[in-house]
T-cell receptor
């Protein structure tokens, strides 16, 4: 049981490049979310999904796309990387809304130069 | 009013002391409440869920007051290993994190 797996762990991008951060979970969780964490800002919700085929925007969705074609996978796409997207990105999953805590991946540290 | 608010700290307390964290939330329709712990440069990890009746796990006690939209966490007999950032979390379909309160336990 691997839990929530994020790849890559580290990435450096040039401004304007695109890339996909991968997230996979093997716990059959319906709920999945992407957060970014910046110093002094806490964890901010980018996008979330309550099941395959269903996604919605969080607090800071601009510049990011997501899709949820399977229960297991929830990739985050950066369309045209900007220095403001330098951050630590966490993917998390949960069984559902009521008192089920989220399990987090170990994070992706992204630097945009 | 921010969705989830916490005192950012840092709290510097001696080993063995009792420390209390407070959190307020703005959405009265929120369904679920948690405390998470985050160590430096690590992912957040679930510490405990919070129920209206209050719940305890060893040295940790969590309380929820729905009328006041207030959540608390009490740590008794603090240990050096309790040093971390404690995140208040409130949710429904989407889970919103507070910015966290940093705790330093002093030897």
């Amino acid at each position: 049981n691997a839990g929530v797996t994020q790849t890559p762990k580290f990435q450096v991008l040039k401004t304007g490049q695109s890339m996909t951060l991968q997230c996979a979970q093997d716990m059959n969780h319906e709920y999945m979310s992407w957060y970014r964490q910046d110093p002094g800002m806490g964890l901010r919700l980018i996008h979330y999904s309550v099941g395959a085929g269903i996604t919605d925007q969080g607090e800071v969705p601009n510049g990011y796309n997501v899709s949820r074609s399977t229960t297991e996978d929830f990739p985050l796409r950066l369309l045209s990387a900007a220095p403001s997207q330098t951050s630590v990105y966490f993917c998390a999953s949960s069984y559902g809304a009521d008192n089920y805590g989220y399990t987090f991946g170990s994070g992706t540290r992204l630097t945009v130069v | 009013r921010k969705e989830v608010e916490q005192d950012p700290g840092p709290f510097n307390v001696p080993e063995g002391a009792t420390v209390a964290f407070n959190c307020t939330y703005s959405n009265s329709a929120s369904q679920s409440f948690f405390w998470y712990r985050q160590d430096c440069r690590k992912e957040p990890k679930l510490l405990m869920s919070v129920y209206s009746s209050g719940n305890e796990d060893g040295r940790f006690t969590a309380q929820l007051n729905r009328a006041s939209q207030y959540i608390s966490l009490l740590i008794r007999d603090s240990k050096l290993s309790d040093s971390a950032t404690y995140l208040c979390v409130v949710g429904g379909d989407k889970i919103i994190f507070g910015k966290g309160t940093r705790l330093h336990i002093l030897p």
